[in-house]
């Protein structure tokens, strides 16, 4: 009677996780330490899902051990690795597991990109495999029943999980083994057994009648809501249907046998009678319809002696009136299972490979904060460098402070002289032309790397719509256009950048064209430049006035303004950090993340002071423009002006913002070529990632189209009409039709009153050495010839499509392709190939027989005539 249903497993395809997964922890993390321990984790997962589903696993609790480590470790991975289609690509196959394939066609499996179709199919594992091991326990002791009962409630609570999630775990139908019907069915046909193994428990410890009364009549309302379930449902094997029906009867039959116990007790002797009626017809239903599942003869027999002894005690003694069925009062239930509840961990020994790996969350809460660092750090450091330029333009247009140095009228200005040597220093005209010589080799190669990754895209894609066009709704996976929609968003966005960055460098070039012969000069020696600039007659001595100091003062005090701004750019760049800890305390203590509130918080106190300090020497510098500005509104009322002096003042002023021009030209060209250079690492992190997807989709398209010409194969296809005969159309004034090597008679309806004889089977094989070929004899006298050889052209054509078994052609017996056809009986004449447009061939006596062209469709070697006895 303990007849236990197990479930067979699934079967995985081999996978390789390492590549992918140490491609996406090298991209995301530095390297170093922390990145070799990560890429070192990923091989231990890929061994672990070798030794959890690679291989058929015992039916032990070791084994279970390992696959739960497997799905906890699964689970553990999902927040920290972006596991789509277009980001880690790893395509998991498993073949459904009640599906026992064709010959041609192979068994039925799904391929998908998704780690929860992963978890969902090792969970179902992990469920079959705790059926299969409970299914083994030995059920006379307490130990055995204690570990069914355990394993049958953990595997009900996998297949309820499975059931309950699958649908959002996966973005397209499931295979059948583990669509929610069938789990749903599955999860109850475990808990019916754990509710059994409690019932085999409560009989062995002889306990009350009444209790194991109502735990029978539980398992057996366990195991009809079962068979309801899938009882219009071809998706479990067809053995487990009998199963459930006779488990349902047995059980019943126990909640009756225990039952009429009970109302003997109760003195309720018809009670008794017609409980044991019932359970009696029922063993007997189980054992005329599925004694070949189960057997149930020792139950049989003891509810048999029960009835008997009662109807005889009854029948003397009690005469108690047998109720009907209908009248009995029904049996109450008492359910002692739970479906197991799956919590993580599963397994008491999982250690998490990746637990030094931070969550996709917080990884994109820091992305996310770095952001709004760097922009607020950039906002400030703009503001600082805009405020310089401000500056330097209101004094070079001023011509401060040269003009406060110049007092002789006929030498260069100090100031003037260390611009030129700061200019000179920096490689001069000659380094802003190298760089502007290197932006277009670098603007190229980006442009490159980028039409090359949309290029392999725009290949992909047009197969896969060919693809599609051609098998319509048998191509069922995400069309490359909707899966390749981010990557070209982030094309597009790339190709904007480098417009932008070439608009950029135009402006930069159109900017040095204009200063350039100014820059040029700037860059000679004091000589030349000296002799470049105008001579003045000698301005009146203002050394000692009161004016002069005040600029000079008023100068100075710019100065150190713009010496704290460099400091503060410094201090701005150089402050770190480390966010993680605090994003992963959120996680933990809300179960989310609220960057921007974290953020904006941390940023103010952290760069709070620095940002106060910027907006301080901002106001400060206002200040001293304008006093600096009054001041020298005085300085030039004091200074004699006349035409020479203006015009040398002018080329000190256009000097001055040569040099500001140089100094900013070679700064944002520097800054060019590093934005090409760290934008060429993106695109071919870009690359990387579109070739990856790409990989993996050409991988899913050749296993998506092995599948679908195993599914053809499976089809049955319709047989095809052969042609007509040639001398079926051919006009009275026709051609013959020639007369092919070895000629088979066309298909003849003979004339006979008596009936026809079914085809003879064909005779046995004899060895050509050792019978010679027998001469045929015809009812019309015509003589026979001898089969043609097996490498003749009638028996070596290739067949069109698929054909019944061939017949050949056997040793010492004439082939009937060159038997002539006869008036009378033939018995092979609709032997193997009864073939439509049978023509009435006739033929007058004495002439010889009409030799009709090989028919079509028959590349097999033709079936030989015997002679009648």
């Known amino acids: 009677m303990a007849t236990f249903i197990s479930v067979q497993s699934k079967k995985a395809s081999e996978v390789d996780l390492v590549k992918p997964l140490s491609k996406f922890i090298q991209q995301t993390y530095p390297s170093g330490e922390e990145q070799t321990e990560h890429c070192r984790a990923a091989e231990e997962l890929n061994k672990l899902r070798k030794s959890a589903v690679g291989r058929p696993l015992d039916k032990h609790e070791s ?8 799905y906890d470790q699964l689970c553990s991975i999902e927040p920290k690795f972006p596991f789509s289609e277009n980001q880690v690509c790893v395509t998991f196959t498993w073949k459904d597991a009640f599906d026992k394939g064709s010959l041609f066609g192979g068994s039925v499996k799904l391929a998908l990109a998704s780690l929860g179709y992963e978890k ?68 109850l046909i475990m808990l019916a057994q754990a509710q059994e193994v409690f019932f085999l428990k409560a009989t062995r410890d002889k306990m009350k009648d009444a209790i194991i ?24 094997p067809k053995e487990v249907f009998p199963v459930l029906a006779a488990k349902h009867c047995i059980m019943q039959a126990h909640a009756e046998y225990h039952q009429s116990i009970l109302a003997k007790q109760q003195k309720k002797f018809g009670e008794e009678i017609g409980r044991l009626q019932h359970a009696s017809d029922l063993v007997k239903t189980v054992a005329s319809r599925y004694e070949e599942y189960i057997n149930v003869k020792d139950l049989s027999d003891k509810i048999s002696r029960a009835l008997t002894a009662a109807k005889k005690d009854n029948d003397f003694i009690y005469h108690d009136r047998v109720p009907d069925l209908k009248d009995l009062e029904p049996i109450g239930k008492a359910s002692l299972v739970k479906s197991t509840s799956i919590v993580i961990p599963l397994s008491q020994k999982f250690t998490d490979l990746f637990e030094k790996m ?25 503001q600082m460098r805009e405020a310089t330029n401000l500056a330097n333009g209101v004094l070079a247009s001023l011509n401060l402070p040269a003009a406060i140095e110049d007092v002789s009228g006929d030498s260069v200005p100090q100031s003037i002289l260390q611009k030129s040597k700061s200019v000179i220093e920096q490689g001069g005209i000659q380094t802003i032309d190298q760089l502007i010589k290197d932006l277009p080799e670098l603007l190229q190669r980006n442009r490159e790397i980028l039409n090359e990754s949309l290029r392999i895209l725009d290949e992909e894609e047009a197969t896969d719509n060919d693809l599609r066009a051609k098998f319509k709704e048998r191509w ?3 069309p490359s256009n909707d899966l390749y929609k981010p990557l070209r968003a982030e094309g597009a966005n790339f190709s904007n950048i480098l417009d932008k960055a070439i608009q950029a460098d135009g402006q930069v070039k159109e900017r040095y064209q204009t200063h350039r012969d100014t820059i040029a000069l700037l860059c000679k020696p004091e000589a030349e430049l000296n002799a470049a600039i105008p ?127 140089f100094v900013e030209l070679v700064a944002n060209l520097r800054e060019g070529t590093k934005f090409y250079n760290e934008l060429t690492e993106i695109l071919l992190k870009f690359q990387n990632k579109c070739s990856d997807i790409v990989f993996a989709r050409k991988t899913e398209r050749d296993e998506l189209l092995k599948d679908l010409q195993q599914s053809i194969a499976r089809e049955p296809s319709a047989p095809s009409i052969p042609s007509q005969p040639a001398y079926q159309t051919a006009t009275g004034g026709g051609s013959k039709p020639a007369a092919s090597p070895a000629p088979t008679p066309a298909p003849r309806t003979m004339v006979s009153s008596k009936p026809q004889p079914p085809a003879r089977p064909p005779p046995p094989v004899f060895s050509a050495a050792s019978t010679p070929s027998t001469p045929v004899s015809t009812a019309a006298g015509a003589t026979a010839s001898s089969a043609p050889p097996a490498g003749s052209p009638a028996a070596t054509i290739a067949p069109s499509q698929a054909q019944g078994p061939p017949y050949p052609t056997y040793p010492g017996y004439p082939g009937y392709c060159q038997m002539p056809g006869p008036m009378g009986y033939n018995p092979y004449t609709y032997g193997q190939y009864n073939l439509p447009y049978a023509p009435q061939m006739y033929q007058n006596p004495g002439q010889a027989p009409y030799p009709g062209p090989q028919q079509p469709g028959y590349p097999y070697p033709q079936q030989p005539y015997y002679p009648q006895q």
């Open 476 to 478: 069922q996976r995400t």
């Open 213 to 236: 009364a109502k735990l029978a009549n539980q398992a057996a309302d366990y195991y009809g809501d079962a068979f309801k379930q899938c009882q219009y449902r071809d998706t479990l």
């Open 358 to 382: 931070v969550p996709l969350a917080v990884q994109q809460s820091l992305s996310i904060y770095n952001q709004r660092k760097a922009d607020l750090v950039n906002r400030s450091i703009a």
């Open 63 to 70: 084994s279970l051990e390992t696959l739960l480590r497997y």
């Open 535 to 661: 001579s003045a007659n000698p301005a009146k001595t203002m050394q000692g006035s009161e004016v002069v100091g005040v600029l000079r003062s008023l100068l100075a005090g710019l100065d150190e303004v713009k010496k704290e701004r460099e400091q503060l750019e410094n201090d701005l760049k150089s402050v770190n950090f480390d966010m993680t800890s605090k994003f992963l305390t959120a996680l933990a203590q809300d179960g989310a993340i609220n960057e921007e509130a974290i953020s904006v918080t941390e940023l103010d106190r952290i760069y709070g002071s620095l940002t106060h300090k910027v907006q301080e020497t901002l106001k400060k510098q206002e200040e001293l423009l304008k006093n600096i500005q009054n001041t020298h509104q005085e300085f030039s009322k004091m200074k004699q002006s006349n035409n020479e002096s203006n015009l040398r003042e002018e080329v000190l002023k256009n000097l001055a913002v040569a040099n500001d021009n």
């Open 120 to 187: 969902t199919c090792v969970l179902f594992n992990c469920g079959a495999l705790a059926s299969q091991i409970a299914s083994e326990q030995n059920l006379d002791n307490d130990e055995g029943l204690k570990t069914a009962a355990k394993h049958y409630q953990f595997a009900s609570g996998a297949f309820q999980h499975i059931k309950d999630t699958v649908l959002s775990a996966l973005s397209r139908e499931p295979t059948v083994d583990i669509s929610p019907d069938t789990v749903g069915t599955l999860s």
